[in-house]
T-cell receptor, first 113, second 113 residues
Framework: DTAVSQTPKYLVTQMGNDKSIKCEQN?????MYWYKQDSKKFLKIMFS???????INETVPNRFSPKSPDKAHLNLHINSLELGDSAVYFC????????????FGQGTRLTVV | GESVGLHLPTLSVQEGDNSIINCAYS??????FIWYKQESGKGPQFIID?????DKRQGQRVTVLLNKTVKHLSLQIAATQPGDSAVYFC????????????FGSGTKLNVKP
């Protein structure tokens, strides 16, 4: 029943490791996003995909690579994790690429030690 | 526990009182705005939206006011309840970059019983 679901909810890993976060939406939306929320609760867009095509890459290090196998899924792979990558990552989706509300997942709290 | 909340503007209100949360936006090209509520450990949840051709919109116990002249948005919550305690974000969607939502820094609402 969950509209936007992401896994895992918590992820603790060591510096230098590679990890993935998965996201799926069952709303039939065409657009999906990844947002990063820092320790001060500031939410910043990282990527936006529309119908499996990348439309926004917001100056994110190329260690972050989103992959959209189909329009219902947008996964985030992170290489060579750094301490500064620790944050909560949110996946979201919206019906349109703009002008409509975005629905958010529950978040993945990534801690790099 | 987290110290994140200490970095956020905080509004404390008594249960039953009305709350007003303010937001300033920067892009005069923004023509769609959303208020989100984020409870601890959850993703942002849509509350209400407004388009730039309106200056007021009402929902259930919530009202959003938009003043385009001074680029100001406010969220009014009537008869605030303990369940309203959360961090509230405004988000703007610019017409010249409609693929993105820009989020404000957030306001923490504490409702005292």
């Amino acid at each position: 029943d969950t509209a936007v679901s992401q896994t895992p909810k918590y992820l603790v890993t060591q510096m230098g490791n590679d990890k993935s976060i998965k996201c799926e939406q069952n709303l039939g939306h065409d657009t999906m996003y990844w947002y990063k929320q820092d320790s001060k609760k500031f939410l910043k867009i990282m990527f936006s995909y529309n119908n499996k095509e990348l439309i926004i890459n917001e100056t994110v290090p190329n260690r972050f690579s989103p992959k959209s196998p189909d329009k219902a899924h947008l996964n985030l792979h992170i290489n060579s994790l750094e301490l500064g990558d620790s944050a909560v990552y949110f996946c979201a989706s919206s019906q349109l690429a703009g002008g409509s509300e975005a629905f958010f997942g529950q978040g993945t709290r990534l801690t790099v030690v | 526990g987290e110290s994140v909340g200490l970095h956020l503007p905080t509004l404390s209100v008594q249960e039953g009182d009305n709350s007003i949360i303010n937001c300033a936006y920067s892009n005069s090209a923004s023509d769609y705005f959303i208020w989100y509520k984020q409870e601890s450990g959850k993703g942002p949840q849509f509350i209400i939206d407004i388009r730039s051709n309106m200056d007021k919109r009402q929902g259930q116990r919530v009202t959003v006011l938009l003043n385009k002249t001074v680029k100001h948005l406010s969220l009014q919550i009537a008869a605030t309840q303990p369940g309203d305690s959360a961090v509230y974000f405004c988000a703007e969607n610019p017409s010249d970059n409609f693929n993105k939502f820009y989020f404000g820094s957030g306001t923490k609402l504490n409702v005292k019983p």
